[in-house]
């Protein structure tokens, strides 16, 4: 990956904020290469103190700039904020790599909003990404290269983990990493309520219950070992643990999440048919 990419960004969120953090923190793009536009001027300053990249002044000047166009705009503006990328791409629409990170828009909508001719890169981030643990499922239309995947891959790898994927499995991981931080921000808040409900201080409690998940994800994905084996080896026979499995399994936990991740993956099909 070369340090002399031009990157840009429309839409200067708290995504787009740390996705240019994470590049310029592993040195792959330097903070003068990267500029963007918001239409919101309170965007623009935080993301240019968090990044001391270049917040421009109207839109077509990052797309003239970019080499990879990253769109960071929620989906039910995406339509706006198209117009005048059209236009900055009208004389030749392949030049830049297109990144986008709105949820549920396919890759057909931004080649017929664009250009057929468009070399795009639909991807599916989550929140952790913000703290540089990103899970990420991306996925190439018919004109980006190998290369430009390499590069998406590269790109997202700085802020957590990426996979290149079939854009018709980018509703599942939508259904599991995209949605799954809620899931996953709820079992804290159930732990910690299971502790203070039996006398541990609130915050003792929050932070023994996300440390704990925490460090049990480490665990896997250090060791690699099945989760259920993980689970067996802090199950003893009429213990503790056991005694809470139990109960977990009487009240639908494992089907509980199935089903949340499938939901997730059913409404973002819904949104993209829209």
């Known amino acids: 990956m070369s340090k002399s990419l031009n990157v840009g960004f429309i839409g200067l969120g ?3 904020s740390a996705l240019a953090a994470g590049f310029i923190r592993a040195q792959i793009v330097e903070p003068s290469r990267v500029v963007g536009y918001d239409v ?8 240019v103190n968090a ?17 990879v166009l990253f769109l960071a705009v929620k989906p039910q503006y995406m339509a706006g904020a ?12 392949s030049r830049p790599l297109i990144v986008s990170i709105a949820a549920g828009l396919p890759i057909s909508y931004f080649e017929t909003a664009l250009f057929d001719k468009i070399r795009l890169a639909r991807v599916m981030p989550n929140t952790p990404c913000l703290v540089g643990e990103a899970a990420s499922g991306f996925a190439l239309n018919a004109n980006a290269t190998s290369e430009d995947g390499a590069l998406v891959k590269g790109f997202l790898e700085t802020v957590g983990v990426a996979f290149e994927l079939p854009e018709s499995q980018l509703d599942a991981v939508t259904g599991l990493s995209g949605s799954g931080p809620a899931y996953v921000f709820m079992a804290i808040e159930a732990l910690a309520d ?25 665990m896997y ?4 070992r099945h989760p259920g084996e993980l689970k067996d080896a ?14 977990l399994e009487e009240r639908g936990f494992r089907s509980a999440l199935i089903e949340a991740v499938e939901r997730g993956a059913v409404r973002s099909r819904e949104l993209g048919a829209k």
Do not use: W
């Open 40 to 47: 919101s001027e309170a965007a623009a300053a935080k993301f």
């Open 14 to 16: 708290q995504m787009a």
């Open 234 to 247: 802090v199950t003893s026979p009429a213990g503790t643990t056991i005694a809470g499995v139990a109960a």
């Open 51 to 67: 990044t001391k990249a270049t917040a421009f002044s109207n839109p077509e000047d990052v797309v003239n700039h970019a080499d």
């Open 194 to 218: 299971g502790g203070v409900k039996v006398g541990l201080p609130r915050q003792v409690a929050l932070t023994l219950a996300a440390q704990t998940l925490k460090g049990s994800a480490e």
């Open 82 to 93: 198209l117009v005048p990328v059209k236009q900055a791409l009208a004389s030749d629409p």
């Open 221 to 224: 994905l250090q060791t690699k």
